[in-house]
C-alpha cells in the first residue's frame, strides 16, 4: 500500500527557512516520479518540484527556482524540499504526492497518491 507521510511545515519569517519530508512507503522511489505541490486558499494546486522517474531529473517552478532544493534519500525512502528565502507568497499548504507512470510533474491530475499535507505559514 503506498503511503506518503509529510512533515516540517510550521510558522517562518520572511526570508527564513523550512526543510518539508516526505516519507515514503509500499513503494520503492527509484521506480515512481515524486513530486510537491502547493495550494493557498482561494488558489488551484499548483507544481513546486518533482523528480522524474523518466529521466531522473529534478524539476523546479519558476516561482520557486534559486530557493528551493529537492533531494532523495534512497536509504530512508525519504525526499526532503529544503525551502530557503521564504516569501509570504510561499504560505501554503504543501502536498507529496508520487506515481509510477506520471511525466508531466507539474499536473496535479497525473499523480494518483498524496500524503495529507502540511502547512507552510510565511508570516512576520
Known amino acids: 500500500q503506498v503511503q506518503l507521510v509529510e512533515s516540517g511545515g510550521g510558522l517562518v519569517q520572511p526570508g527564513g527557512s523550512l526543510r518539508l519530508s516526505c516519507e515514503a512507503s509500499g513503494f520503492t522511489l527509484d521506480y515512481y516520479t515524486i513530486a510537491w505541490f502547493r495550494q493557498a486558499p482561494g488558489k488551484e494546486r499548483e507544481g513546486v518540484s518533482c523528480i522524474s522517474h523518466e529521466d531522473g531529473r529534478t524539476y523546479y517552478a519558476d516561482s520557486v527556482k534559486g530557493r528551493i532544493t529537492l533531494s532523495k534519500e534512497n536509504g530512508k525512502n525519504t525526499v526532503y524540499l529544503q525551502m530557503n528565502s521564504l516569501k509570504p507568497e510561499d504560505t501554503a499548504v504543501y502536498y507529496c504526492?508520487?506515481?509510477?507512470?506520471?511525466?508531466?510533474?507539474?499536473?496535479?491530475?497525473?499523480?494518483?497518491?498524496w500524503g495529507q499535507g502540511t502547512q507552510v505559514t510565511v508570516s512576520s
Open positions: 504526492a508520487t506515481d509510477p507512470v506520471a511525466t508531466d510533474c507539474g499536473e496535479p491530475h497525473a499523480f494518483d497518491y
